[in-house]
């Protein structure tokens, strides 16, 4: 019995009653070598120290500019192009406008700062979090 695998060499299923080819073109040999490139890159561990350094700063202040904004949705009549207002509503606003594109309000209430909270909170545990991939980057030994 031959199985097939994902080399792009044909699969050979015997089972079937005879032989059935199934032709995966090859990847060419600089796609391959780019795969390999960057499943074999390693960020040593002083960048990676760095990376969380600014990363993780960066993602909480955002995160805490979004629960600002989440907070200032339920009072619609805010000026926010005013002093303390904007210094929230400058910065979320460029990322919320294609995102409102993408999820309309639901009901009349804009969840889109709840969907970026939410993204840079995954972002900032999966990354930066205590067994995030940046930190354990950061701790291996050279």
């Known amino acids: 019995m031959s199985h097939g695998d994902i080399s792009g060499e044909p699969f ?5 009653g005879g032989n059935i080819n199934v032709g995966i073109p090859k990847t060419s040999d600089a796609t391959s070598n780019l795969i390999q490139r960057l499943m074999l890159a390693d960020l040593d561990p002083a960048a ?5 350094g600014i990363l993780g700063p960066f993602l909480s202040a955002f995160s ?12 619609p009549k805010l000026p926010v192009g005013k002093f303390p207002y904007v210094l ?9 406008i294609p995102t409102r594109k993408l999820i309309p309000p639901l009901g009349g209430v804009d969840v889109t700062p709840v969907v970026w909270f939410g993204l840079l909170s995954f972002l900032n545990e999966i990354l930066v979090g205590p067994q995030g991939l940046l930190v354990l980057l950061s701790q291996q030994i050279s």
Do not use: D, G, H
């Not at 990676?48 to 969380?52: E, N, P």
């Not at 929230?88 to 919320?96: G, N, Q």
């Open 88 to 96: 929230v509503y400058a910065p979320t606003e460029p990322l919320l």
């Open 12 to 16: 050979s299923i015997p089972e079937v």
């Open 48 to 52: 990676a120290k760095s990376a969380v």
């Open 64 to 75: 805490f500019l979004f629960i600002l904004r989440i907070v200032m949705s339920w009072y």
